[in-house]
C-alpha cells in the first residue's frame, strides 16, 4: 500500500508519523513545496524506524509529484494555519488555491487515490475537491468531524471523569467554531446516555468547548493543533486500507441525506476500502435539523466564494 501525506508542516508530519508508526502502509511519501522540509521530515521519521520498530519506507519530496505515483490513499494538510484570534473561514483564498493545484497534481499520478483533506476552511476545500476533481463522491473526504467528534468525548470524559475510550458521540455539521453541532442527546457512555448522566448546564458546557476545542489549543500553542488532527487523519487513512467499515464523522458529499444537497458537510458515515462507503442518515430533532440547516447556510455562503 501507498500513501502521500501533502505539506510536511505540523498535521502533516504529524500524521505521516501516525501512519508509519502503525505500518499502514509500505511505501509513505511525503511532499511540500518548500525545498527540503519533507526530505528533513522524512529521514528524521525514518531515523526512528528502528527505535519504534515500523518497516514503512519514508521519503521527502520537495514538490515532485511523480513520486507520488500510484497512492492508494492521499492526505491534503499543506495550507496555511490559523493564528490566535483567526478564523478557520479567513484562510479561504489563500487555501483554495493550493488546494485546488495539489489535488490536480495527485490526480494525474494517482488516478485511483482516495483523498482525505484536512486544509481548512476544511468544509469547503472538500467541496472545491469534489467539484474540481469530478471523482466519484466516495473517493473525497474531510476530515473535522473526526478531530471534533475526538474533542467532544475528551471534554465528555473530563466531565464524567471516565476513559473517553468507553463513550461514544458525535459532532456533525461543519468544521467551524460556530457550524459544527456535539449531539449531546445521542452521546453515550457504555450505552448509557451521558444526558442521564450530566445535568443539562454541564452538558452546554461541554458542547461549547468542543466548539471552540481548536481555538483554545490555538490561543494556547500560538497556532493551530496537530497531534488529534494528524491522529484523526490517521485514522481514516487506518479505516480505509484496512476496510474497517468504522463509523466516522467526516465531512461528504450530501445529496438529499439530512436534508441537504450540493454541499459537503460533516455526517456520520461508514469508512473502508472504497472511501466512505455509507452515510447514516437518522433523524434529527427539529432543533437539530434547525441547527444543521444553519451551519449548511454558513458553509455554502463559504463555498460561494469560489465562484467569485
Ligand atoms: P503548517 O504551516 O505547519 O504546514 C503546512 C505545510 O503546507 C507547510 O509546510 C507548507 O510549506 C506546505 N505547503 C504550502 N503550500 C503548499 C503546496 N502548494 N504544496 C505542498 N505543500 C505546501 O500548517 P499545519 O498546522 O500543518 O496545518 C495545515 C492545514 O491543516 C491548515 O490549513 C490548518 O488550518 C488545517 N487544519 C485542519 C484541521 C482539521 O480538522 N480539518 C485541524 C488542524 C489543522
Redesign the pocket.
Known sequence: MKVTV???????ATCADNIARKELANELIL????EG?AEGKAIDMMQTATLLGFDTKITGVTGDYSKTAGSDVVVI??????KPGMT?EE?IGI?AG?VK??AENILKFSPEAIFIV???P?DTMTYLALKSLGLPKNRIIG??GT?DSSRFKFYLSQALNCNPNDLQGFVIGG?GDTTMIPLTRLATYQSLPVSNLLDKATLDKVAADTMVG?ATLTGLIG????YA?GA?GAALVEAILRDEKKLFTCCVSLEGEYGQEDICLGVPVIVGRSGWEKIIDFKLTEDEQAAFNKSADAVRNMNSVLAE
Open positions: 501533502v505539506g510536511a508542516g505540523a498535521v502533516g511532499l511540500d513545496i518548500k522540509f494538510t499543506s495550507g496555511l494555519p490559523r478557520r484562510l487555501n493550493i493545484g495539489v484536512i486544509s481548512n476544511m476530515m473535522g478531530l468544521h481548536g497556532t493551530s493543533a496537530w488532527p484523526a
